[in-house]
């Protein structure tokens, strides 16, 4: 099967969920049930590098995970990639000077200058050379459009080599209009569109994190191909919800 970055570079439509908890057990029920990649959140989530490659252990033979590292960061994202996950998501990446930052701490040389390391990516130094010559090929890198800054530099920020897709993020994107959480205020939505706009023009793969299931249906009529859906704790929380309705009335 093609790994996780040709899928994206070619297109296809990949569903995946927002995984905050450390606990791997939920990222094999999400691996079982069905979605196409796991987005592991070190941003906002209670993860660290020890919970990162545990649940890698446990599912990213069947489903691959990609993390969100806490900060564009040489040492984190270097940390990160040599747990052996399939590929990144950078936030906060404003301009071309970010992405090229992200891709250099990403890329092995001469294309980068990542860190040559021994960690679970290279079987711990037993597969070593085969992984430092396909790592570059097979480890996608996606940055965050979640700012109105990246909004006006998204053109830049897309002609880095090395930049896979383009993942929107719509609440830190409201917070920087001044309304947090407001996604549906028009000067959001507009920067929303302008942003998609341009990345179907371009035919960059476009990714936009989407609470529900509606949301998601909407977002890839729109021509988005890599969509997260709501967050473990979110579907948890909405499931507990609806059983006690349904028992109390």
């Known amino acids: 099967m093609n790994n996780f970055r040709t899928r994206l570079l070619n297109h296809e439509r990949l569903i995946g969920t927002l995984l ?15 979605f196409d990649w796991l987005f592991l959140d070190m941003e906002h989530g209670a993860l660290d590098l020890h919970d990162v490659q545990r649940i890698a252990q446990a599912v990213n033979d069947k489903c691959p995970c990609i ?18 996950v399939a590929g990144i998501i950078i936030p906060q990446v404003n301009s071309a000077e970010d992405a090229q930052r992200a891709v250099y701490a990403a890329k092995y040389p001469p294309q980068g200058g990542r860190g040559v390391g021994v960690g679970r ?6 597969n070593l ?23 006006e530099h998204v053109e830049q920020i897309a002609n880095v080599a090395g930049v896979d897709a383009l993942m929107l993020g719509p609440l830190d994107l409201s917070g ?18 302008r942003v998609r706009e341009f990345g179907m023009a371009r035919n960059i793969p476009m990714s936009l994190f989407c ?39």
């Open 176 to 193: 920087s209009f001044g309304k947090p959480a407001q996604i549906d205020a028009p000067e959001v939505q507009a920067a929303i569109a």
């Open 67 to 84: 993390v969100r590292v806490p900060i564009n960061d040489r040492m984190w994202i270097g940390q990160v990639l040599d747990l052996g």
């Open 129 to 151: 050379q085969n992984y430092l010559q396909s790592a570059n090929e097979e480890t996608a890198l996606i940055v965050q459009i979640e700012h109105r800054d990246a909004v």
């Open 211 to 249: 609470p529900d299931a509606e949301r998601a249906l909407r977002a890839l009529n729109q021509g988005y191909t890599l969509i997260p859906i709501a967050t473990d704790n979110l579907m948890f929380v909405r499931a507990a919800k609806q059983l006690i309705a349904s028992v109390k009335g």
């Open 121 to 126: 990516a290279s079987r711990y130094g037993a």
């Open 20 to 34: 905050t908890l450390p606990l791997p057990s939920i990222a094999e029920m999400c691996a079982d049930a069905g």
